[in-house]
């Protein structure tokens, strides 16, 4: 990877939050390269389909490491199929451009017995960007992946409000004294195409510039 390029890892504070359409437009904002490095289940329409299909056609998607049939955490999906994912399968692609990583679910979704999401972005050592989605109980979910990340030191560089919000849990999630991320705001998209993903990165960029050049 290039020094001067950015890796960012879009991560959620649990499954089904958006993640992949977050990705999408994270990916037409900075222009970026994309890679899910693990696919579980939906082998005929993966993430990287859905990625590839609501971006620019100058977008490169990499091929995943790891194809499992099953849609479940990867080390049970893995399980089934008799494999195990080992922390080597996991090589990054070769990109000069940056590089948006999209996980599997959230931090603690283990991708075998040992290995959990949070301690491969460790291992990476690359900037997250946590996707929050509004329903009952993604207060604590939020709140308790930040923790999560502070404990490893792991730096939060974006959180993103997935949709619309109930405005006391956003105050609440907001006031909490260690978050130094940049919030994003992402739409809640009536129709997914690529120039809604397109105008959403647009507005980004209106409003954040663009964070790496």
């Not at 971006?55 to 490491?65: G, K, M, N, Q």
């Not at 009952?136 to 490893?152: D, E, K, W």
Request: with cysteine; charged share 25%.
């Amino acid at each position: 990877m290039t020094p001067n390029r950015t890796t960012l890892f879009v991560t959620g504070i649990g499954t089904d939050v958006g993640k992949t359409i977050c990705s999408a437009v994270l990916t037409e904002w900075l222009k970026a390269d994309y890679w899910k490095p693990v696919q579980a289940g939906t082998l005929s329409h993966s993430d990287r389909k859905t990625v590839s299909g609501l971006t620019s056609d100058d977008i490169v998607t990499h091929a995943e490491a790891v194809r499992l049939r099953l849609a479940a955490s990867p080390h049970k999906a893995a399980r089934k199929e008799q494999k195990s994912i080992a922390a080597e399968d996991l090589v990054l692609p070769e990109t000069s451009n940056h590089l948006i990583i999209e996980g599997a679910g959230g931090l603690y979704v283990p991708i075998n017995d040992r290995l959990c999401v949070i301690d491969w972005i460790e291992s990476l050592g690359v900037d997250v960007a946590l996707v929050v989605r509004n329903y009952l109980g993604c207060i604590n979910h939020t709140l308790l992946s930040v923790r999560a990340l502070q404990q490893r030191s792991i730096s939060l560089k974006y959180l993103i409000f997935n949709g619309p919000f109930d405005e006391d849990t956003r105050r609440v999630i907001l006031s909490y004294p260690d978050i130094q991320a940049t919030v994003l705001d992402i739409p809640d998209f009536k129709t997914l195409s690529p120039q809604s993903i397109a105008r959403a990165a647009r507005r980004l960029r209106r409003e954040h510039g663009n964070p790496v050049k």
